[in-house]
């Protein structure tokens, strides 16, 4: 491209910085290819209509625009709306973002009028004010999500009350337990998930619009109009932390790669049980071999697995990008829409993943107690002794020695006799041989929390009133 005599040079620069203006020349085509995010940052096609809507009235209140302005405009905008909706609005060339390729089509519709929609306000605080709105939308619509889960997975708990497994620290053989104690431990994180997702939301819900680029709206604006019109709760305090803050981000980043952790945490738990026979899945949610006709993989509980590690590099990537931004608006920000929109994506993804794995396995009572072992039962052995008034410390050692014995003789510890438990310990009495009850022990565990069948009840209750209230 070249000049002459002080003419333009021709060349594409967008809808915004059209030749004539800041800018003599064209951009480069793959400069204009790296700054546009129309690709991405169009799923904030209705978020960024309703800002512009409620914007233009905020103006018509301060009289940049006219009363008949203001509606003309409006109008312009329903109709963009529909265009989107109806999907038949068309991206053109020079649509940098979402907010020039609806600006464009408002002038295409109504004339140089929709120029003056833009009067006070910068992309800066419009696209903070369409992020917003549309993280809250979303998290607002994951919490249904979790709360389907959590009801799902309380309903199938308890439909399972009655069977018990094995309980493990460190994968080593622990105490019996009931399976739906494990399910419910599992959905005690995913209730703390949820309840972290709601603390976000009112830090998110806060409305930067009338911040302008960064000093603020020279129009004066009516600032909790706005929020009103957009049904935020409030509005943001600092014009120049408005248009750069990405904590709202940042924090469901971190939120969703914890709640990943979580659903990683349950898959591994199903993927070892399933292994060994204790758990069944569903063909709906396991794949084949290409080579190994017999093969029934869990393919989707692998994957959720998996995906925590992603979700925790989204987050750990936003922040690397935010650690050494200046104030106040800097491009580097348009990096946050992609991992964003992933996490929403993922997260929905992985809870209906979840849903479904959780309704259809099918547990096996049988290998499921198979899993479970006398050994399992010597810290019973040992309260045995503290009912008798021997000190636990005592009882730990007692038990410890009967397990030895149980080893050294390569027999099963319930099948010690009451003359080698008493050669250990005199204080071993007849009734004993009750202690070898995996029913009885799981009801011993009777405080808030315990495995016991009435305290596992209340858990799945509680579970099932949290979720209604999502």
Not at 142 to 168: C, P, Q, R, V, W
Not at 170 to 193: G, K, N, T, V
Not at 284 to 304: F, H, I, V
Request: aromatic share 6%; net charge negative; charged share 25%.
């Amino acid at each position: 491209m070249s000049e002459k005599d002080g003419d333009v040079v021709s060349g594409a620069r967008g809808g915004l910085f059209g030749a004539g203006g800041r800018f003599k020349g064209g951009t480069d085509p793959i400069m204009e290819k790296f700054n546009e995010s129309i690709g991405f940052d169009k799923r904030m096609w209705a978020q960024d209509l309703r800002g512009s809507i409620a914007y233009a009235k905020a103006t018509a209140k301060v009289g940049i625009l006219t009363a008949e302005e203001s509606a003309s405009i409006i109008s312009g905008l329903e109709q963009v709306y529909a265009e989107w909706a109806e999907g038949t609005f068309e991206i053109k060339a020079g649509d940098e973002d979402i907010h020039t390729a609806n600006e464009r089509r408002l002038t295409e519709l109504i004339g140089p009028l929709g120029g003056k929609l833009h009067t006070g306000r910068s992309r800066n605080d419009q696209v903070a004010t369409d992020t917003r709105l549309w993280l809250v939308e979303a998290e607002k619509d994951i919490l249904k999500d979790l709360a389907t889960l959590l009801e799902a997975s309380a309903e199938f708990a308890e439909t399972h009350i009655d069977i018990l497994m094995a309980g493990y620290t460190h994968l080593q053989p622990a105490q019996p337990i009931r399976f739906s104690h494990w399910l419910m431990s599992h959905m005690s994180a995913i209730m703390r998930d949820a309840e972290r997702l709601q603390q976000l939301i009112p830090r998110a819900n806060q409305c930067p619009l009338g911040a302008g680029a960064l000093a603020g709206n020279a129009f004066g604006v009516d600032r909790e109009f706005l929020a009103n019109e957009l049904g935020f709760d409030g509005v943001t305090s600092n014009s120049l932390d408005s248009v750069c803050d990405r904590d709202f981000v940042a924090e469901f980043l971190m939120w969703h790669s914890l709640l990943l952790v979580h659903l990683s945490q349950m898959a591994e738990d199903l993927i070892i049980n399933n292994m060994l026979k204790c758990v069944d899945m569903d063909d709906a949610y396991a794949t084949g071999s290409s080579l190994m006709p017999q093969k029934k993989n869990p393919d989707a509980l692998e994957l959720l697995r998996g995906k925590a590690g992603i979700a925790l590099g989204r987050s750990v990537g936003l922040m690397a990008t935010l650690k050494g931004l200046p104030r106040a608006y800097n491009k580097d920000l348009q990096e946050d829409k992609v991992p964003l929109f992933d996490a929403v994506d993922t997260v929905k993804d992985c809870l209906a993943i979840a849903t479904g794995v959780i309704v259809t396995m099918k547990p096996n009572p049988k290998m499921l107690m198979k899993a479970l072992c006398p050994e399992m039962l010597a810290t019973d052995l040992a309260d045995y002794l503290v009912r008798k008034g021997v000190p636990f410390r005592e009882t730990h050692h007692i038990s410890g020695a009967c397990v030895r014995l149980a080893e050294e003789s390569e027999v099963s510890i319930d099948t010690l006799t009451l003359e080698q438990l008493q050669n250990i310990d005199s204080r071993f009495e007849e009734d004993v041989l009750k202690v070898w009850d995996y029913e009885v022990s799981v009801e011993r565990k009777s405080s808030i929390g315990g495995t016991a069948k009435a305290r596992v009840m209340e858990q799945i209750e509680k579970c099932k009133a949290f979720a209604k209230t999502l």
